[in-house]
């Protein structure tokens, strides 16, 4: 038998804020960060500089994986640009009403982060970037007639759909009326044939 190998103090550092910045926000202690990965405050400067660069790699990191899932989602709605937009509407409500869900990490961490040259925006803004080209995309083969557009709107949706369901409000859960919006955005100037759902039963 091969004796499993304990990660690194980076590692260990990547994976402890990750979890840490979700659950705490941006603004938990380096002493609390440095307990729970078990290094010394030498290994966070030697490899990140600081927290600073901590948590732009956490972040860096977060939305590599983020990306990845919107990708897999979409792909797993098959190859319908309608719905597989809206799959993703479907899926961040899945989420946003699950009992670990603490609300979207990148707009707390903009939020929290109020230096506007900390390294952690540029991530953000990268990882936003990223997300509004898939989105351009799907819109752009579904014959959308203002795909960029659509995109920032869907962007938006995205962003309020997390962000209420982090208020959890039990009684009125954001996620149905997340995907009416959505549906106006996606069927938004298309002939009535496009926005037929065809998975829908005869």
Request: hydrophobic share 40%.
């Amino acid at each position: 038998m091969t004796a499993s190998v304990r990660p690194g103090p980076r590692e260990r550092l990547l994976l402890a804020a990750q979890e840490l910045t979700y659950t705490h926000g941006v603004g938990v202690g380096v002493d609390s960060l440095l307990k729970a990965a078990g290094v010394a405050r030498r290994s966070l400067y030697e490899h990140f500089g600081g927290k600073d660069g901590l948590i732009a790699e956490v972040l860096r990191r977060s939305t590599a994986e983020d990306v990845a899932k919107y990708r897999a989602t979409m792909d797993a709605a098959g190859d319908d640009p309608r719905t597989r937009l809206l799959a993703v509407v479907d899926q961040l409500g899945r989420i946003a009403a699950g009992p670990d869900f603490h609300g979207c990490r990148y707009l707390a961490a903009d939020l929290a982060l109020t230096d506007r040259e900390h390294p952690g925006h540029e991530v953000t803004r990268t990882y936003r970037r990223t997300l509004h080209g898939l989105f351009t995309d799907e819109f752009t083969t579904l014959g959308h007639p203002r795909p960029d557009f659509a995109a920032d709107q869907l962007l938006i949706l995205v962003d309020g759909l997390l962000a209420s369901g982090a208020a959890r409000p039990e009684d009125r859960p954001p996620a149905v009326a997340a995907r009416e919006l959505a549906e106006h955005i996606v069927d938004a100037g298309l002939p009535a044939a496009a926005t037929e759902d065809p998975t829908a039963a005869p």
